[in-house]
């Protein structure tokens, strides 16, 4: 089994800075890609931005130019810097990690795994 832990999130004013962190820990082999989502009240959950395991990156547009996603492979843990926060911005973010398990390939399995969530809330 695999488990994601976010963190980082809380109460900031509109133009403010956050930085969330999604650690993976158990059966991990690889991380093939790990992604940030939010859900608003009332709201269906979207995404945010991705990043594979060499880097790529990809962004909604309502964030793109103040939110930087990273990832540290070595350590199993993704990033969203948020920065330039909007009261739209506000939301539960979670993150989401596709992950192969199992030490041979013969046996080695694909997961979609995601987090509990962590509450953003931007002030006006």
Do not use: H
């Not at 962190?21 to 093939?32: M, Y």
């Not at 990043?51 to 990809?58: L, N």
């Not at 810097?81 to 030490?103: F, H, I, W």
């Amino acid at each position: 089994q695999v488990q994601l832990v976010e963190s980082g999130g809380g109460l900031v004013q509109a133009g403010g800075s956050l930085r969330l962190s999604c650690a993976a820990s158990g059966s991990i082999f690889s991380i093939d890609v790990m992604r940030w989502y939010r859900q608003a009240p009332g709201n269906q959950r979207e995404l945010v931005a991705g990043i594979i395991s060499g880097g790529s990156t990809i962004y909604a547009g309502a964030v793109k130019g103040r939110f930087t996603i990273s990832r540290d492979n070595a350590d199993n843990t993704a990033y969203l810097q948020m920065n330039s926060l909007k009261p739209e911005d506000t939301a539960v973010y979670y993150c989401n990690a596709v992950v192969y398990s199992g030490r041979y390939y013969s046996t080695r399995t694909r997961g979609d795994y995601w987090g509990q969530g962590t509450q953003v809330t931007v002030s006006s």
